[in-house]
C-alpha cells in the first residue's frame, strides 16, 4: 500500500520554538482581577491556594449561565454553507484573523503545534488513529471533529494524562471556555467584526481549549473543502495530510475532481510536508501541481500492513498509513524521537501499533446490540452504523456491512458448535433465513439518492447480501443547532416526509429492476416511510418480538451522520 507525501526541497520546515508553556488568557485575566481583591490575612502558602482556586473557578465556573444555556446561545449563531466570500463583512476570510486578537490568540496559535487534514472521506478517521498514535507516546493530546452527533462536547477531545485515555471536554470545562469566548465576542465585535457563524466559533473555541490545556499536538479536521475553511487560519502547522477525495458539497467546492481537490490543497503552506493517500488522476495531478507551487515535492511511502485497527473496515488501513505518515512527522520535527523510516517495509514500532489498535471514533464501521431487546426477548437486534453519505463511501460502507454480517453470523455459529448445545443451528441465527439484513436510511436533499442507493444496494447484492427491508426516516435533529433547540418533535403527524417518499420511490425503482432480472429471490423491495425514527425501531423491536423463532435482525444505519447520531442518542436514552 502506498502514500503520496510532499516533502520540502530543500531543508525541512522551520519551526518556531514551543519552549514556554502559557497561562490560559483567562487565568491572565483572573490575576489582575483579583490583585484588587482583598483576600483573609492568611499564610503565602494558602493565598497562592486561595488565588489559585479562585482563578480556576474563573474557567471552569458557570457564571456564563448554564449547559443549557451555552447550548442555545450556539445555535443562536448563523449558519453558512457555502463559500467565505466578501458580499457580507462576516464572511470574509480575513475575518478569522480578527477574532485571533479578540481572543489574543495570535502568539498562542504560532505555538501550537499543529497536524492538519482535509479530505471528502476518513479524514475524522485518519485523525482519530493519528491523535491515538501520539497520545500512546505520551504526548498531551487535543482533536477537533465535526460534525459532533449526540453532544457538541465530541468535537473537543482531550487526553486523560494519568490512565492515557481519550475523551470528550468535561461539561464543566466546556462551559468555563464557551462563556469566556462568547461573552468576549459579544463585548467586542461590531458591524465591522460581527459574532461569527456557527463553525467558525467552535474552531475558535477548540483553539481556546487546546491553547488553555496546554496540549503539546493538536489535531484538526477541517470542516468543509480546505482553502477557506476556519481551521485554515493556522498559518504553519506542522504537518498537512489529504484523505481520499471524491465527489461532495459540490454546489460549493466545485463540480469536478479537480476543483475539490483545488479547495482541499489549499490547506498547504510553504515548506511544510504534506501527505495524501492514492487519488484519481485529476485529483492527484491538482495536489501535485499545489505542492510545487509551495516548494515541496511529492515522493511515494511504504505504509502499513494488515495490524489490528480500532476502526472497522478495509477501508481504514488507507486511513491509518496515512495517519502513520502524518504521526511519524510530527514526532521526527517536534517530538525528536528516532522513527523507522517509512520509505521502506518495516515492523511498526509498538506504541504505533497499539495506537492504531485503540483508535475510537463513533459512527464509523460502529457495531451496536440493542440491549433493551436482549434482555427480553430470544431474538437479535444489531445496528451497524456507518455516516457514509457520498457515492464513493456508499460503496465502501456496503463493503464493510457485508462483511461484518457474515463474519458475524459465522462467529455466532462458532461459538454454538463449540458449546455443544443441542439447540439446532436454526434457533442460533447460523441459518441465513434466521439472519434478516435491515436497512435504515436518511440523507440530506442536497445528495443525489439515484448515486447513493444504487451504489449501496448493488455492493451489497454483489456479495450476497439482501435487505429484506428499507426503512426510510426524516432526522430527529437539525445540523446546526444543539441541545432542547437541536431536537423535532419524536412524534410529529405534520411532519413533511416528501423527500423520504422519494427515497422510497428510488430504492423501489431498484428493487423492481431487480425483479425483472431474477437476481434476487428475496422481497427485498419491501419498504417503509416511518413519521420518525423511534416509529422505525419501535417496529423493528416489534418485530424481533414477534418472530417464531430466534431472529437475528442486522440493521444498516447510513446516509448521514445525523441520523446515526439520532440512533445512538436514542439508545443513550
Same mark, same amino acid.
Given at each position: 500500500?502506498?502514500?503520496?507525501?510532499?516533502?520540502?526541497?530543500?531543508?525541512?520546515c522551520?519551526?518556531?520554538s514551543?519552549?514556554?508553556?502559557?497561562?490560559?488568557?483567562?487565568?491572565?485575566?483572573?490575576?489582575?482581577?483579583?490583585?484588587?481583591?482583598?483576600?483573609?490575612r492568611?499564610?503565602?502558602?494558602?493565598?497562592?491556594?486561595?488565588?489559585s482556586?479562585?482563578?480556576?473557578?474563573l474557567?471552569?465556573?458557570?457564571n456564563?449561565?448554564?449547559?443549557?444555556?451555552?447550548?442555545?446561545?450556539?445555535?443562536?449563531?448563523?449558519?453558512?454553507?457555502?463559500h467565505?466570500?466578501?458580499?457580507?463583512?462576516?464572511?470574509?476570510?480575513?475575518?478569522?484573523?480578527?477574532?485571533?486578537?479578540?481572543?489574543?490568540?495570535?502568539?498562542?496559535?504560532?505555538?501550537?503545534?499543529?497536524?492538519?487534514?482535509?479530505?471528502?472521506?476518513?479524514?475524522?478517521?485518519?485523525?482519530?488513529?493519528?491523535?491515538?498514535?501520539?497520545?500512546?507516546?505520551?504526548?498531551r493530546?487535543?482533536?477537533?471533529?465535526s460534525?459532533?452527533?449526540?453532544?457538541?462536547?465530541?468535537?473537543?477531545?482531550?487526553?486523560?494524562?494519568v490512565?492515557?485515555?481519550?475523551?470528550?471536554?468535561?461539561?464543566?470545562?466546556?462551559?468555563?471556555?464557551?462563556?469566556?469566548?462568547?461573552?468576549?465576542?459579544?463585548?467586542?465585535?461590531?458591524?465591522?467584526?460581527?459574532?461569527?457563524?456557527?463553525?467558525?466559533?467552535?474552531?475558535?473555541?477548540?483553539?481556546?481549549?487546546?491553547?488553555?490545556?496546554?496540549?503539546?499536538?493538536?489535531?484538526?479536521?477541517?470542516g468543509?473543502?480546505?482553502?477557506?475553511?476556519?481551521?485554515?487560519?493556522v498559518?504553519?502547522p506542522v504537518?498537512?495530510?489529504?484523505?481520499?477525495?471524491?465527489?461532495?458539497?459540490?454546489?460549493?467546492?466545485?463540480?469536478?475532481?479537480?476543483?475539490?481537490?483545488?479547495?482541499?490543497?489549499?490547506?498547504?503552506?510553504?515548506?511544510?510536508?504534506?501527505?495524501?493517500?492514492?487519488?484519481?488522476?485529476?485529483?492527484?495531478?491538482?495536489?501535485?501541481?499545489?505542492?510545487?507551487?509551495?516548494?515541496?515535492?511529492?515522493?511515494?511511502?511504504?505504509?502499513?500492513?494488515?495490524?489490528?485497527?480500532?476502526?472497522?473496515?478495509?477501508?481504514?488501513?488507507?486511513?491509518? $498509513? &496515512? @495517519?502513520v505518515?502524518?504521526?511519524?512527522?510530527?514526532l /521526527?520535527? *517536534?517530538?525528536?524521537?528516532?522513527?523507522? +523510516?517509512? %520509505?521502506?517495509?518495516?515492523?511498526?514500532?509498538?506504541?504505533?501499533?497499539? $495506537? &492504531? @489498535?485503540?483508535?475510537?471514533?463513533?459512527?464509523?464501521? /460502529?457495531? *451496536?446490540?440493542?440491549?433493551?431487546?436482549? +434482555?427480553? %426477548?430470544s431474538?437479535?437486534?444489531?445496528?451497524?452504523?456507518?455516516?457514509?453519505?457520498?457515492?464513493?463511501?456508499?460503496?465502501?460502507?456496503?463493503?464493510?456491512?457485508?462483511?461484518?454480517?457474515?463474519?458475524?453470523?459465522?462467529?455466532?455459529?462458532?461459538?454454538?458448535?463449540?458449546?455443544g448445545?443441542?439447540?439446532?443451528?436454526?434457533?442460533?441465527?447460523?441459518?441465513?433465513e434466521?439472519?434478516?439484513?435491515?436497512?435504515?436510511?436518511n440523507?440530506?436533499?442536497?445528495?443525489d439518492?439515484t448515486?447513493?442507493?444504487?451504489?449501496?444496494?448493488?455492493?451489497?447484492?454483489?456479495?450476497g447480501?439482501?435487505?429484506?427491508?428499507?426503512?426510510?426516516?426524516?432526522?430527529?435533529?437539525?445540523?446546526?443547532?444543539?441541545?432542547?433547540?437541536?431536537?423535532?418533535p419524536?412524534?410529529?403527524?405534520?411532519?413533511?416526509?416528501?423527500?423520504?417518499?422519494?427515497l422510497?420511490?428510488?430504492?423501489?425503482?431498484?428493487?423492481?429492476?431487480?425483479?425483472?432480472?431474477?437476481?434476487?429471490?428475496?422481497?427485498?423491495g419491501?419498504?417503509?416511510?416511518?413519521?420518525?425514527?423511534?416509529?422505525?425501531?419501535?417496529?423493528?423491536?416489534?418485530?424481533?418480538?414477534?418472530?417464531?423463532?430466534?431472529?437475528?435482525?442486522?440493521v444498516?444505519?447510513?446516509?448521514?451522520?445525523?441520523?446515526?447520531?439520532?440512533?445512538?442518542?436514542l439508545?443513550?436514552?
Amino acid at each position: 500500500m502506498f502514500a503520496v507525501s510532499f516533502v520540502p526541497r530543500t531543508t525541512s520546515c522551520r519551526l518556531i520554538s514551543a519552549t514556554s508553556l502559557f497561562l490560559p488568557a483567562v487565568l491572565h485575566d483572573a490575576s489582575t482581577t483579583t490583585s484588587t481583591c482583598s483576600f483573609p490575612r492568611i499564610s503565602e502558602g494558602f493565598r497562592f491556594l486561595y488565588i489559585s482556586l479562585f482563578a480556576l473557578c474563573l474557567v471552569t465556573g458557570h457564571n456564563g449561565g448554564s449547559y443549557e444555556e451555552a447550548l442555545a446561545a450556539l445555535s443562536s449563531l448563523r449558519m453558512k454553507r457555502n463559500h467565505a466570500d466578501n458580499s457580507e463583512k462576516g464572511d470574509r476570510f480575513e475575518i478569522l484573523f480578527d477574532y485571533l486578537k479578540v481572543f489574543s490568540y495570535i502568539l498562542h496559535m504560532l505555538n501550537m503545534k499543529v497536524i492538519h487534514v482535509a479530505g471528502t472521506k476518513g479524514k475524522g478517521s485518519t485523525c482519530a488513529f493519528t491523535e491515538s498514535i501520539l497520545r500512546n507516546y505520551g504526548f498531551r493530546t487535543g482533536l477537533l471533529t465535526s460534525p459532533h452527533l449526540i453532544s457538541v462536547r465530541e468535537r473537543f477531545r482531550l487526553d486523560r494524562q494519568v490512565s492515557l485515555t481519550f475523551v470528550d471536554i468535561s461539561e464543566d470545562k466546556f462551559l468555563g471556555y464557551f462563556w469566556w469566548c462568547y461573552n468576549r465576542l459579544k463585548e467586542r465585535t461590531n458591524e465591522e467584526i460581527p459574532m461569527p457563524t456557527y463553525f467558525r466559533f467552535l474552531t475558535s473555541l477548540a483553539f481556546k481549549i487546546f491553547a488553555a490545556e496546554k496540549v503539546d499536538v493538536a489535531i484538526l479536521e477541517v470542516g468543509l473543502g480546505g482553502r477557506l475553511d476556519s481551521t485554515n487560519s493556522v498559518r504553519k502547522p506542522v504537518v498537512c495530510g489529504v484523505s481520499p477525495l471524491g465527489y461532495d458539497h459540490m454546489e460549493i467546492l466545485g463540480d469536478t475532481l479537480g476543483k475539490i481537490a483545488g479547495e482541499k490543497a489549499g490547506i498547504f503552506k510553504l515548506g511544510v510536508p504534506a501527505f495524501t493517500v492514492p487519488q484519481p488522476d485529476e485529483a492527484m495531478r491538482l495536489l501535485e501541481e499545489k505542492a510545487s507551487q509551495l516548494n515541496v515535492r511529492p515522493i511515494f511511502n511504504y505504509l502499513i500492513g494488515e495490524n489490528k485497527l480500532g476502526l472497522d473496515g478495509e477501508h481504514q488501513y488507507l486511513n491509518a $498509513g &496515512l @495517519a502513520v505518515s502524518l504521526a511519524s512527522t510530527w514526532l /521526527q520535527q *517536534v517530538g525528536k524521537l528516532e522513527v523507522p +523510516s517509512l %520509505t521502506q517495509k518495516c515492523i511498526l514500532p509498538e506504541k504505533f501499533i497499539k $495506537g &492504531l @489498535a485503540t483508535a475510537s471514533l463513533q459512527g464509523r464501521g /460502529q457495531v *451496536v446490540s440493542d440491549q433493551f431487546i436482549e +434482555s427480553q %426477548t430470544s431474538g437479535d437486534l444489531v445496528f451497524y452504523l456507518d455516516g457514509a453519505h457520498t457515492p464513493e463511501s456508499m460503496e465502501v460502507c456496503a463493503k464493510w456491512f457485508s462483511s461484518a454480517v457474515k463474519r458475524d453470523n459465522q462467529s455466532e455459529s462458532s461459538e454454538h458448535l463449540l458449546s455443544g448445545s443441542s439447540e439446532s443451528s436454526h434457533d442460533q441465527f447460523s441459518g441465513e433465513e434466521n439472519c434478516h439484513q435491515i436497512l435504515l436510511f436518511n440523507c440530506m436533499s442536497v445528495r443525489d439518492p439515484t448515486m447513493l442507493l444504487p451504489h449501496l444496494r448493488n455492493t451489497c447484492s454483489n456479495y450476497g447480501v439482501h435487505f429484506k427491508k428499507a426503512l426510510f426516516v426524516p432526522n430527529m435533529s437539525v445540523y446546526h443547532k444543539v441541545g432542547t433547540a437541536a431536537n423535532l418533535p419524536e412524534d410529529d403527524p405534520q411532519v413533511d416526509l416528501s423527500w423520504q417518499l422519494t427515497l422510497q420511490k428510488v430504492w423501489e425503482s431498484l428493487a423492481q429492476s431487480e425483479i425483472g432480472r431474477e437476481e434476487d429471490g428475496e422481497s427485498s423491495g419491501n419498504s417503509e416511510v416511518y413519521t420518525s425514527l423511534p416509529m422505525a425501531i419501535k417496529w423493528l423491536r416489534d418485530s424481533v418480538h414477534e418472530s417464531s423463532s430466534a431472529t437475528r435482525f442486522q440493521v444498516l444505519v447510513t446516509g448521514s451522520l445525523h441520523l446515526v447520531g439520532d440512533v445512538l442518542r436514542l439508545f443513550r436514552k
